[in-house]
C-alpha cells in the first residue's frame, strides 16, 4: 500500500494582496511549526570567514541555510505572481517577510490612523434590529481582533 505524504504537507494559505494580517498570522502560526519562524524573524546572515569552523559550526551553518531556503520558498509559493514579483530578489526569508510586512502591514503612521478608526468603530458598536446576538458577537471580535493585530493592548 503506497503511502501519500500529501496528507502530511500544509496547505500553503494564499496572499492576494487583501488581508495580510490574517495571512501572516497563519504563515506564523505554519513557520512555527516547521520550525522556521526563527529564521524568518531574526534572519540568517552567511558568516564571512567559513574556514576553520568546527564540525558543529558546519552542520549548525548547512541547517540554517536550508531552514532559511525552505522558509523562502513558501513564503513565494504562498503569494500570487503580482506579489512575488515584489520578493523575488530578496535573498533571504527575513527579507522576502519584512518587504510584505511593510507593504501590506503598513508604517506607523497608517498603523495610528487604522488604530484610530477601529477604536472609534469600536466605541459606536450598536447591536442592530435585524443582528443575532452571536452575529454582533462576531463583528465586535472582529474589531477587536484588528485592534490587537494593530499593536493594542486589549485585555478579555
Known amino acids: 500500500m ?4 500529501n496528507m502530511l504537507q500544509p496547505q500553503l494559505p494564499r496572499f492576494n494582496g ?14 512555527g511549526s516547521q520550525d522556521l519562524w526563527e529564521v524568518i524573524e531574526n ?9 576553520g569552523l568546527t564540525q558543529q559550526q558546519a552542520n549548525e551553518l548547512k541547517e540554517n541555510r536550508k531552514k532559511d531556503k525552505k522558509a ?3 513564503i ?5 505572481e503580482v506579489i512575488f514579483e515584489r520578493i523575488s530578489t530578496a535573498t533571504s526569508a527575513k527579507a522576502a517577510w519584512d518587504t510584505l510586512q511593510s507593504t501590506y502591514q503598513g508604517e506607523d503612521k497608517v498603523k495610528m490612523v487604522r488604530l484610530q478608526a477601529l477604536r472609534s468603530e ?12 452571536e452575529e454582533f458577537f462576531n463583528r465586535v471580535l472582529l474589531i477587536v481582533n484588528q485592534l490587537k493585530v494593530n499593536g493594542e493592548q486589549i485585555s478579555d
Open 122 to 133: 469600536f466605541d459606536t458598536l450598536k447591536m442592530k434590529d435585524s443582528e443575532s446576538v
Open 43 to 51: 534572519g540568517f546572515v552567511e558568516p564571512e570567514n567559513q574556514t
Open 76 to 80: 513565494y509559493q504562498a503569494v500570487d
Open 2 to 5: 503506497a503511502s501519500n505524504n
Open 18 to 31: 487583501k488581508n495580510y494580517s490574517r495571512w501572516s498570522q497563519q504563515m506564523k502560526v505554519l513557520y
Open 72 to 74: 523562502l520558498f513558501f
